[in-house]
């Protein structure tokens, strides 16, 4: 099997657990889903070669699971000078920059209180993740991209647009 072809497979595995994050109330298990999935992706972006991104992808698994402690203005600013710092030592180009920017917006989206304001972040970072996925050329991941969004957003509507409110559990 070749790298792209195996590279395609982590995506579809990961779009299993990015699926079983909508279906679960407890944050903590939506945080090991994600976890799962950030793994998975960061797979299909090393066999890729894309290490700017690999890197967002260990640290977004790390950050997630360490926002499962709570709201903290300092790890989230520890870990957006991490992605900075990622970013800077794996420059690769225009590439760098758009794994780079799509990282940041979830490292303030996991420290939030607000889950309306967490769940904005997740989609306009979601929206960079797509660009840079059609741009190096990976259409399950653009694929599994668009279906979160979707995702995200039939979930923002019903807490949001039409008038339920979300539950909060941990």
Request: hydrophobic share 55%; proline share 4%.
């Amino acid at each position: 099997m070749t790298p792209f072809l195996l590279s395609q497979l982590c995506i579809a595995l990961a779009m299993c657990f990015d699926a079983m994050t909508f279906q679960f109330r407890l944050r903590r298990h939506v945080v090991y889903c994600l976890v799962c999935a950030n793994v998975l992706i960061g797979a299909h972006f090393g066999l890729l070669g894309h290490w700017t991104a690999l890197l967002m992808m260990v640290l977004a698994a790390t950050r997630n699971l360490v926002s499962l402690r709570g709201p903290s203005r300092r790890l989230m600013w520890g870990f957006v000078a991490l992605t900075l710092l990622a970013v800077a030592v794996t420059w690769a180009g225009p590439l760098s920059l758009l794994g780079g920017a799509a990282a940041l917006l979830p490292n303030f989206a996991m420290f939030s209180r607000s889950d309306k304001r967490m769940r904005v972040l997740i989609m306009a970072s979601t929206l960079i993740w797509i660009a840079h996925n059609a741009a190096i050329g990976s259409p399950m991941a653009v694929l599994m991209e668009v279906l979160f969004l979707a995702g995200n957003l039939v979930g923002y509507y019903r807490f949001y647009l039409r008038g339920q409110r979300p539950r909060v559990s941990t």
